[in-house]
RNA sequence: GCGGAUGUGGCGGAAUGGCAGACGCAUCAGACUCAAAAUCUGACGGUGGCAACAUCGUGUGGGUUCGACUCCCACCAUCCGCACCA
């Protein structure tokens, strides 16, 4: 009697020997094939089973490519600065330096248990100042070359958090991080200019194997749009007024102007007599947070008392002022063509100006507007271009409008500018100096890393100021260029300063000269395979791709995108809802790996739903992988010895499992590839049984196989089979279609569609012999005259009868 | 409002133009057992029938086709993203 599965036995026995003898060795004559997870930060509750499981596709992933001959990097490290770091160090009141150390010890124990092949030499850790001296040298990179850079600007701001906050962070108006209302807050700010990269993050989306989804949700996030800006002479003023449009050929139809109340020339075009209700306007618009603005649907407005030209008619038309109008966007003011845009239009009725239709479907006019017409149509009312299709005017207009001086052809992206300083402790120091005489100086790269001090108090002040501002031996230094006293810089960077480089740092991560060598840069990257969740679309995926262009510019890198596919994980929900601690819906992976095993949960968090959808947990689930593993553990088990030679159906099983395993794989359709073993197993073991035994290269395959899913299993049938290399020194194996076909095949016989019959025929029969095999079985359905006899060759034959 | 995804048994899901419900969970019955657990065997969409079988059935309504879960049109529901971007 063969023993039982024991996974406790096996696993720890096979963990120990891979400690030992890894079985992903570094091998510079293999081809390179990188696969990358997005790495976790340490937030102190530990995995739960949906961290699990992009983890287990990568892993599942690079041991397939292990099998196929590449060397694979496969490398895992910790995002560990940023906000939930540090709150978690605050609710515990444990120094985030402490915590930190300890939550990584903890979680990098819950990793090891997934058992994936990640390469521990190459581990980082964000707060290392060996890594961050690297992101401060990034920005100082950034800083020489223009792309960093001071503003006092109006941004957004978490009064939980007390902090600011980029654009991407803020999610429909509330902190991406807690969840609190976002408001403004005027500070001084390190930018990033991303915006000189829009056009360049844009195009090169096509170059990339990434979910549709990802990608349009960043290019919605540049969202570049292609229009005019022109100019409107104010009445009686010096000022011109330029707006930006994306409907130059509406341009006839503007019978008013708005600014936003943030406009520079707001109050200096405003008339004595309206000042008064205009200053209260800007003062109450400037209360408003953007949820509120956004919260409100009625629109506001106030009457300037000025008036400007329309540049083609010569109307003078009024300029209103109204927060519906955003000062961060185009140029803060705009034309505004009630006839055609349902807020000008909304507007116009509400505050009663005038409505001119200059677009009318077929050139017919519609007398009384009830609603904004922003179709395309013909032009009217629109003096020499009257008659001119709208589309055609909406490009060619522009180019006309700056040869006659009146405007120039234009883009316009919503993308913005990267807010970049972070009012907290733990983060990357922002290497700069403040000199009263040299004013900003950068800190020299030799002298990187700027080290964050050790302090004592390291809660946010709310103030707008960082913690480190009250750490006078720290702030006060000298400037590097004149000798002078002066002042650190007390920003931080943002949590996705380090995560948005980290990847090259892994292969070479102990390189005190360089960040990566030109060498290993070439040699290992970019990431062929990214996986991860979705989350991060516009956030640090975004950032990621800005950061290798940048590099890319400088001349650290050959290449300019960082990762060519992206694999986007579904998450895993628990009675309908994201796993959270507060829920109380949380499954830990540590029990189930006791008393399933490692395998036994791998391959459920495989089996549980399509790895790119959100699957819901069923904690019975797992026994039925359970119960699987055992079987196959027993075919193995009471077959190892039996020493037959392959019999045709064997032959044939094998071959096809193979096919069917290796498709399903290479389209990451995991969860039945799961099912796919399920299936040739059952029917492996009916074939067993009735010949007394299975031949030892079907066993062989199946271990093979078997080894991405299950390695520890697969490890130990392939040394029950009597190997003593590791099961991942094989190949891949290989099918052969001819040895995968049917001798007997089995047709459906339809009547007008349904299934009347099914017969068995030769594979090699012909049409016409099927068909008459097929009329013969069904001949007693036959009422009527046939009308049609269909057969699709090897699937089904259908009759049609009338 | 705009954009995207999803919709199939009690449940998770499979099938991408060709026998709908593979595979698994749960359930029920049987075997083993003094008994239970574990394990094994079988049944398992609805309706009618002792049965073979018939009939309906993949969110709804239409369409294309010999044939539709699959393709097309319209709609409904749920989830996600964006949201006054001129």
Redesign the pocket.
Known sequence: MARSYNHHEIEDKWSKIWEENPVNEKDESKEKYYCLDMFPYPSGSGLHVGHWRGYVISDVWSRYKLLQGYYVVHPMGWDAFGLPAENFAIKHGIHPRKATDENVANIKKQIKDIAAIYDWDMEINTTDPDFYKWTQWIFVKMFKEGLAYEKEMPINWCPSCKTGLA??E????VCERCGSLATKKNLRQWMLKITAYAERLLNDLDKLDWP??VK??QS??I?K?Y?AEIDFQVEGRDEKIK?????PDTLYGSTFM?L?PEHELALQITTNENKEAVEDYIYKASLKS?VD?????E??GVFTGSYARNPVNNELVPIWI????????????????PAH????F?FATKFNLPIVQVIAKDGVEIPNLTEAYTEPGIMINSGEFNGMESEKARLELPGLFEERGIGKKTV???LRDWVFSRQRYWGEPIPIIHCDHCGVVPVPEEDLPVLLPEVDNYKPTGTGESPLAAVEEWVNTTCPTCGAPAKRETNTMPQWAGSSWYFLRYVDSKNDKELISKEKANKYLPVDMYVGG??H??LHLLYSRFYTKFLNDIGVLDFDEPFLKLFNQGMIVKDGAKMSKSKGNVVSPDELVREYGRDSLRLYEL????PE????W?D??I??????I??VW?LFMDNKDSNIKATPEMIKTRHRMIYEITH?LDNL?L??V??????Y??KL?DIANKEKGLDRGTLESMAVLLAPFTPHLAEELWSQLGNTSSVFKEKWPEYDEDKMKETQI???V?I?????A?ITVNADSTKEAILVAAKEEVAG?LTGDI??E?Y?PG??V?I?IK
């Not at 089996?607 to 399509?610: D, K, L, S």
Request: proline share 2%.
């Open positions: 654009n991407e803020v999610v429909g108006g549709e989804k349009k949700m919605d996030w969202g749009s229009g707006v930006y449009t994306t409907r708005v936003a953007s603005r956004l919260q409100d649907k629109k506001t109204s927060d519906y109008v955003l000062i961060d966007y185009g140029t803060g003011a705009i034309m505004c063509v845009d349902e807020r000008d909304e316009n992206y919503k979705v989350e679309a516009v089996f549980v739903g399509p959808l959100d699957s819901e069923d019975r689930g026994d039925g992988v359970y119960r699987f055992r079987r027993n399903r359709s969860n039945t799961v099912s796919g073993f399920m299936e197993t059952n073991v089995n047709i459906p339809q007008n569609g349904k299934t009347r099914i359905r009308v049609k269909i699709v699937k089904i259908n049609v």
